[in-house]
């Protein structure tokens, strides 16, 4: 099992800029992919960033540029810095870890992005 926690949500202003962070914690041995998703009020969770475990990032197009993902093998966490931060990036943002054939979810932590 393992288990994930985010943290670092909250209110920002456009144009601002937010860390998300996501400790894991259990069999971590297991995990090699880890990411970010997100979903919006009324909208399906979407893939935000994902990252291997050699360090190799992929990113949605709504934030190419902006956000950058990365990780921290030796803490077992993987953060989400998010720049430029508009409206539009408003939901609750989601931990996913890849753990051989299963994965987990954290439980989510809120961004809002006022205008």
């Known amino acids: 099992q393992v288990q994930l926690v985010e943290s670092g949500g909250g209110l920002v202003q456009a144009g601002g800029s937010l860390r998300l962070s996501c400790a894991a914690s259990?069999?971590?041995?297991?995990?090699?992919?880890m990411g970010w998703y997100r979903q919006a009020p009324g909208k399906q969770r979407e893939l935000v960033a994902v990252?291997?475990?050699?360090?190799?990032?992929n990113y949605a197009d709504s934030v190419k540029g902006r956000f950058t993902i990365s990780r921290d093998n030796a803490k077992n966490t993987v953060y989400l810095q998010m720049n430029s931060l508009k409206p539009e990036d408003t939901a609750v943002y989601y931990c996913?870890?890849?753990?051989?054939?299963?994965?987990?979810w954290g439980q989510g932590t809120q961004v809002t992005v006022s205008s």
């Open positions: 996913k870890a890849n753990a051989g054939t299963v994965y987990y």
């Open positions: 259990g069999s971590t041995r297991r995990i090699y992919n």
């Open positions: 990252i291997s475990n050699e360090g190799s990032g």
